[in-house]
C-alpha cells in the first residue's frame, strides 16, 4: 500500500475544480432569484476579471492545501501516529488558510459589491462577520481534509484485512 501519496494532484484538481464550478453556479443562481439583491448585479460582475482572478487563485490555493494536508493526514493514520503529530499538521494548516484569507482580502479585495434593495452599497463586512467566516472557512477546510483522509484510511485497512482474510483461507 503506497501512503508516501495516496491522492494525485490532478485527481484532487478536478474535484475541488467541480466543486468551485458546482457551488459558483449555485451562487450566481441564488444571487438572480434574491428578491433582497438588486438589478444591478449583473453577470459583467460576477464573471469579471477580479471575480475570476478570485476564483482561479481559490481554486489553485484549494487544490495544492488539500493535496498535500490530504496526503500527510492520511500518512498519519496509515502510520497510526499520536495526536500531537496532527496537531502541528493542523496548526500549519490554519497558519496557511489564514494566510491565504489575508492574501485574498488585501489583494482581490472588491472582487463583487452586492447592492441591497434598499440602494446602499455593502462592500465592508463589519469584523466580527469577517472573523466569524473564516473561522468558520478554516474549520471547514482542515476538518475536510481530516474527515476524508480518514474514511480513505479505514476504507483502505477494510479491503486490506478482506484481502489478508482471503489469503488465510
Known amino acids: 500500500m503506497n501512503i508516501k501519496k495516496r491522492y494525485k494532484f490532478w485527481r484532487v484538481f478536478w474535484v475541488v475544480l ?11 443562481i441564488t444571487l438572480s432569484l434574491s428578491p433582497a439583491v438588486s438589478k444591478e448585479v449583473s453577470l459583467e460582475k460576477l464573471l469579471g476579471w477580479k471575480a475570476i482572478l478570485s476564483e482561479v487563485i481559490s481554486v489553485a490555493f ?3 492545501f488539500y493535496y498535500y494536508t490530504l496526503n500527510a493526514f492520511y500518512r498519519l493514520f496509515a502510520e497510526r501516529k499520536k495526536l500531537v503529530e496532527f496537531a502541528k499538521y ?18 482581490v479585495k472588491g472582487t463583487l459589491e452586492i447592492s441591497v434593495s434598499d440602494g446602499k452599497v455593502r462592500d465592508q463586512m463589519p469584523a466580527a462577520v ?3 467566516a473564516h473561522v468558520v472557512g478554516t474549520i471547514f477546510y482542515v476538518g ?11 476504507r ?7 484481502i489478508l482474510e482471503e489469503q488465510k483461507m
Open 156 to 162: 483502505d485497512e477494510r479491503k486490506q484485512r478482506k
Open 62 to 64: 484549494s487544490t495544492v
Open 18 to 28: 467541480a466543486i468551485t464550478l458546482f457551488f459558483g453556479l449555485l451562487g450566481v
Open 144 to 154: 475536510a481534509s481530516l474527515f476524508i483522509s480518514y474514511l480513505t484510511y479505514l
Open 130 to 132: 469577517l472573523v466569524l
Open 90 to 107: 493542523i496548526v500549519i494548516g490554519v497558519l496557511f488558510v489564514g494566510a491565504y484569507y489575508a492574501f485574498n482580502y488585501y489583494c
